[in-house]
């Protein structure tokens, strides 16, 4: 297998953009993205997009051929596009399959993308359309809700563990502060422990502020060769690992419910792929589609102990400046997530670190970064690891 | 869901209806045609279940699922079943009364309507034992 870099990085505003059609956000994207990488059309072997549920969102199907359309790559240059679902891991897996063609030899310069417009349609269709990445007959149908489930495992996690609201919150103000600093973030107002406390229960024992929104957005990379990397840039990201495993689409049937399997198993073929172990990672962005959420992931990537998660984070130990900074970008949060863009997202956040183009979320040194994007309650984790250092 | 696809599973959700493997004797609910240990060696068999178990987590839903808008707020648990495997579904009883480890047994209740289509799905939920 070849070495792989990252070579361009865009990216839209993420938020609620009444103005901006699914086409205009994912031309914008890729756009950026080409623009940044200095390769031209005609050197894209192909095209990789993340997108969870353009049928429901934007009654929009055959999302490969229309981006592949509109970015103007289809009409003469027929260049293949995919797209790519496994729900809030879209775009991730989009990243992760645009790697492997790479990788594999077969192509030298691929874009992966990712994009969703998910406020064209009411907030009951929205959080529906959502809840198909649950098993809908046997979750679904029950009346569990995509906030109902990580709700459960938040519950089981205090039962078990003692974290607290306060601290779940904690991840919650910690990411809206990061999101402040970032010029595509959805919020980038502070916010306290008692906004969170205060605001309306969704599911006992998560507040809307401990929920990431519905937003609208779009992302994209182009991956190249890392042997050609240095003729288009000096500072190319190299890919480390990879890693992709699926766990049972329901929570139910998880051995332990604080524990995301996939999530565990994908952290350690990264690690094992790399050759590294958590301490040799800089920074992280993690799937925090709830507050609890983010818990458990630094707990099941290896940075803390199961149940030390909450605690850490209050201590600010996931801060700018705390041992592992967690979601600089202000995470789902904060960020906003559209959700097939999340994952690309996260790689666009990594590499701005690696290049030390962060602005004021910039983590001083950073070297090494790590990605972490999530299907549904944990049916699928796709995890990478990032290096300024091939 | 569509009404083919809710009858086709009607007497598992009625009645607590799963599989057990006969190979290597593990029960399962949701029903399932091939078994995750054995698989392809694995023998299924229907197996009614008897409907008794414990809260594993559990939590109160504020923001309702589409088409249980009137039910909200509900309570939601995952439900170890005194066989084995764990189910979701919903308990219905004070939300002062919910607890992790308690022990409940099912009972047939309405589940959810579609006003739309006027459907009205029935099925399994949960009641303090
Ligand atoms: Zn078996």
Redesign the pocket.
Known sequence: MRDVAIIGIGCTKFGELWDRSFRDLFVEAGVSAIEDSGIQGEEIDSLYVGNMSGGRFVEQEHIGSLIADYAGLASTLNVPATRVEAACASGGLALRQAILSVASGYDNVVVAAGAEKMTDVGMDTATDALAAAADREWEGIMGATFPGLYAMIAKLHMHKYGTTSEQLAAASVKNHHNGTMNPIAQFRNEITIDTVLNSNMVADPLHMFDCSPISDGASAVVVVAADIAKKYTDTPVYVKATTQASATISLHDRADITTLDASVVAGQRAYKMAGMTPDDIDMVEVHDCFTIAEICAIEDLGFFKKGDGGRATEAGETAIGGRIPVNTSGGLKACGHPVGATGIKQAVEITEQLRGTAGKRQIDGAQVGMTHNVGGSGGTAVVHIFSRNR | MTVARFWRKIPNRYNLIGTH?T??G?HYFPPRTM?P??RRD?KMEAHKFQGKGEVVTYTVIHTAAKGYEMQAPYNLAIIKLDEGPSLTGQVVCGQEEMEIGMRVRSVFRKLGEESEKGMIYYGTKFVPE
């Open positions: 493997c190979t290597c593990k078994c240990t054995c694995g």
